[in-house]
Every structure is written in C-alpha cells, then in structure tokens.
C-alpha cells in the first residue's frame, strides 16, 4: 500500500471520520476546511497519530499548517522527516 493510501486509512481511522473511503479522498484535496472538513482538534489528534504511526513530530503550526495541506503535503512531509531526519 502507499503511504499516501496509508495516510488515508490513518486519517479517516483514526480520526473516526464518517461516510468517506479512502478511496473517496483525492491526495491534492484540501483535509482542512472545505476539503475533508477537519478542524484544529483533528490537527492535534493528526500530529499524535503521526508520531506513534511514523515517529513524526511536528513541532510548531508552520511546519502543522504546510503539512496538513493535503494527502500529497502530508506524504512528502512523513517521507522527509521519519526516522529522525
């Protein structure tokens, strides 16, 4: 599975969102908002679920509002920050 795929899972999952597929979620949609309609409680479960899932820490709103852009932002995120990099 991709990590994107992944992410997907992680986030309607883990954060309980009802009536969406992971296939339903397109990687360039906004998860904030008007895209997947996530709200700034979503966020802090989202840094926790990232860090037990990937060792991700997120450490301040920049590098949080950058990364939670979209499936794709928050891909490239997990790829360049996991294991301590």
Request: a negative charge; aromatic letters at 4%.
């Amino acid at each position: 599975m991709s990590l994107e795929n992944e992410l997907k899972v992680l986030i309607i999952e883990g954060l309980k969102v009802e009536d969406v597929q992971p296939a339903e979620l397109k990687d360039d949609e906004p998860l904030f908002g008007e895209g997947l309609g996530l709200d700034s409680l979503d966020a802090v479960e989202l840094v926790l679920l990232l860090k037990k899932q990937y060792q991700v820490d997120i450490k301040n709103i920049e590098e949080a509002r950058a990364a939670f852009s979209s499936i794709n932002t928050l891909a490239e995120y997990v790829r360049t920050h996991r294991d301590g990099s």
